[in-house]
């Protein structure tokens, strides 16, 4: 079978790996020190506590080198559908046996970090599809990357400390080159803003309806996919 070209991909690897391990780095060190009460604290994320939501960065840093080995050995994988991937995220979070928060974190760690350098490797790999385009490991990457910074805000709220990204830029590019099932909102001043907004940690700004002032502004699905929608919400 012939498949169709890989998307180009423009980011620059050193840029997006330091971006990606900025947000890494974000999550181990607001975790670090956590009590088993701040654990059972409520996230962003439908009704996942912080103890779940590591849980799922855990499945989902085990999936990312799931979906490398599939696309090494066969094909790029197809990104999950909404319906599809909420069911696959409850699965994979019921099924992870390590019931420590500590090593739940410890986990995603060494994964994500070993993913890393093998995408480095691999960098222009095609690695996933989405309708009739397919994307390379370097676009995932960018991808990760704005998954665990999303994710790092996730904690943060549930802790009540605000979280801003250092390399924000890079993490636009990496946003509109890589994920073509989210959109970031056509008005915008904040990049960090418009990318909760298309992640669904936040609402869309609201504008005038002069035809119709009592319908409500439209609102993207509540922790919409940030990834590859493989694995996240």
């Not at 990457?141 to 250092?166: F, K, M, N, Q």
Request: glycine share 6%; charged share 20%.
């Amino acid at each position: 079978m012939t498949l169709p070209p890989t998307q180009p991909c423009t980011l620059d690897r050193g840029i997006i790996s330091t971006a990606y391990l900025e947000a890494v780095d974000a999550i181990l060190k607001m975790t670090r020190a956590l009590t088993p009460a701040d654990w059972m604290h409520s996230t962003p994320c439908d009704a996942w506590n912080l103890f779940d939501l590591v849980g799922h960065l855990a499945c989902t840093a085990i999936d990312a080198h799931r979906t490398m080995a599939k696309a090494v050995r066969f094909h790029p994988v197809p990104v999950l559908e909404e319906d599809d991937l909420a069911r696959q995220n409850a699965v994979d979070l019921s099924g992870l046996r390590i019931t420590s928060s500590f090593g739940r974190v410890r986990l995603f760690e060494m994964l994500s970090r070993s993913y890393l350098s093998r995408a480095l490797i691999e960098w222009n790999r095609s690695l996933y599809s989405y309708g009739e385009a397919i994307w390379s490991v370097g676009s995932g990457i960018g991808v990760y990357a704005v998954e665990w910074h999303v994710h790092a805000w996730d904690v943060a709220s549930a802790l009540g400390r605000p979280y801003r990204p250092c390399e924000l830029d890079v993490l636009g590019v990496a946003f509109a080159e890589g994920m073509p099932y989210l959109h970031l909102p056509p008005e915008r001043h904040d990049l960090w803003e418009a990318i909760l907004v298309a992640t669904g940690r936040r609402s869309p700004p609201r504008t005038a309806v002069p035809t119709s002032p009592q319908v409500p502004t439209a609102r993207g699905s509540d922790q919409a996919a940030v990834l590859l929608p493989h694995r996240d919400r």
